[in-house]
């Protein structure tokens, strides 16, 4: 199963966690993996790329898992734009839990 894990300081978002395969299908068959791999790289790309946030990533491959966590400090905008990607894809990864209950997990912490 994946596991997302949310992790928050009251009402902001400041970061997530990402481990486990799906087990939806084989490595390289898996549509769960996929959306939620695809999902995570365009929110990493939109917060870091385009939004210039450098926010810290850390990618372990061995374990297949990944982690994104925001810098403190940001502007009002940024804050605001980056709360609603985050916001939008914690509300993704529900749905396709929703979806997929036994292969992929929501958590707040």
Avoid: W
């Avoid at 925001?70 to 979806?99: I, T």
């Amino acid at each position: 199963m994946t596991t997302v894990a949310f992790l928050t300081e009251g009402s902001r978002i400041t970061g997530f966690d990402v481990s486990g395969h799906s087990g939806y299908a084989e490595a390289g068959s898996d549509i769960v993996c996929a959306a939620v791999t695809s999902a995570v790289r365009l929110v990493e790309a939109t917060v870091n790329d385009v939004f210039g946030l450098a926010a810290a990533v850390k990618v372990r491959k061995k374990s297949g898992s990944v982690s994104l966590r925001l810098p403190g400090g940001l502007s009002e905008r940024d804050e605001h734009a980056v709360q609603g990607l985050l916001s939008g894809l914690m509300l993704y990864f529900a749905q396709l839990h929703d979806e997929y209950p036994d292969n992929i997990e929501v958590l707040e912490a």
